[in-house]
């Protein structure tokens, strides 16, 4: 590992000062999950890294209106041990409670995981199908515009995730096929009807970089939020991702199956609530 200087500001207005003078080739820390191990392997050698840990107001969850705020220095344990999340939208719980392993879930954070944009993280599936809004230190993105490529996202350089709003939906389900070693998302889907009933389905791990599945929402519109209303239906493998984990036809497979997954969780749910 190259040396580099280390810094803790203890709000925003500090960090944006440390920015300010730090030069293009400072890092912001969050969990170390992915950025200490980019470090090591000498994948990243920034002169300068900023941790966010000392900042408050990037941490914490709390119920605004008809939605969750989730900030960015979140770990995903927390997540997982939030009644807030759990009451409103349990399918985060179980998201976040399948990512990686303890170790993993107690030091990454939600922030960290959307900045990185692995094509294979499971956060873009729900911000992508829950209609999610990031906040930044600048301005406000819709999860739409926000994961643009692989590894890319719409920030831009200096700019600090602040926490990411969630829309409480009429209900949701996330499945993910994992890849045994890692967890990571071989194929991840996040199925949702909003609050005024649109059907959204969020597609991780399968192409480089989050998309919706839109054959599939228009079959849920039509028919309902039935497995069976996918009967027929199957996603091509065109620009999907090929490589040592799954061919792109093993994964377009999975997209169907995963999708029916999660809207058999969903019937699960609602004949529980019954
Ligand atoms: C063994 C292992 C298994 C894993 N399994 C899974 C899995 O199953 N599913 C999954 O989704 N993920 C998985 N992960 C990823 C992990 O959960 C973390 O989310 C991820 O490593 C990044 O989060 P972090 O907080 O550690 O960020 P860091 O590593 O600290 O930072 C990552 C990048 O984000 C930038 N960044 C961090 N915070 C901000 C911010 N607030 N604003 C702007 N930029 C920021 C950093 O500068 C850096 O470029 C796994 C990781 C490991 C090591």
């Given at each position: 590992m190259r040396p580099f200087t280390y810094s803790r500001p203890g709000d925003i207005a500090e960090l944006r000062r440390l920015l300010a003078t730090a030069g293009d080739d400072a890092r912001l820390l969050a969990g170390g999950q992915t950025l200490i191990a980019t470090m090591k392997q000498g994948l990243a050698a920034p002169e300068a890294l900023i941790s966010?840990?000392?900042?408050?107001?990037?941490?914490g969850i709390r119920v605004e209106q008809e939605a969750l705020v989730i900030g960015a220095m979140t770990p995903h344990a927390d997540i997982v041990r939030s009644e807030e999340v759990r009451g409103r939208i349990p399918a985060l719980t179980t998201l976040a409670n399948e990512i990686g392993d303890p170790a993993v879930r107690e030091k990454g954070t939600i922030g960290g995981s959307i900045a990185n944009?692995?094509?294979?993280?499971?956060?873009p599936a729900a911000l992508l199908g829950l209609d999610a809004v990031v906040t930044t230190d600048r301005r406000e993105w819709s999860a739409s515009d926000f994961f643009t490529g692989m590894f890319e996202t719409?920030?831009?350089?200096g700019e600090v995730i602040v926490s990411v709003r969630f829309p409480v939906p009429r209900r949701g389900a996330y499945a993910k096929f994992p890849n045994p070693a890692s967890r990571y998302a071989v194929v991840g889907v996040f199925v949702a009807e909003g609050a005024d009933g649109t059907p959204r389905v969020a597609v991780t791990g399968a192409g480089p970089v989050v998309f919706r599945w839109a054959e599939a929402e228009a079959r849920l519109a039509d028919?309902?939020?039935?497995?069976?209303?996918?009967?027929?239906l199957s996603h091509p493998e065109n620009g999907l991702n090929d490589d040592i984990h799954a061919s792109a036809g093993y994964r377009a497979h999975l997209i169907g199956v995963m999708t029916r997954r999660a809207l058999t969780r969903l019937a699960a749910a609602d004949e529980a609530a019954e």
């Open positions: 966010l840990a000392g900042i408050d107001e990037l941490t944009n692995d094509p294979a993280a499971d956060w719409a920030l831009a350089p028919h309902g939020f039935r497995p069976d209303a996918l009967d027929g």
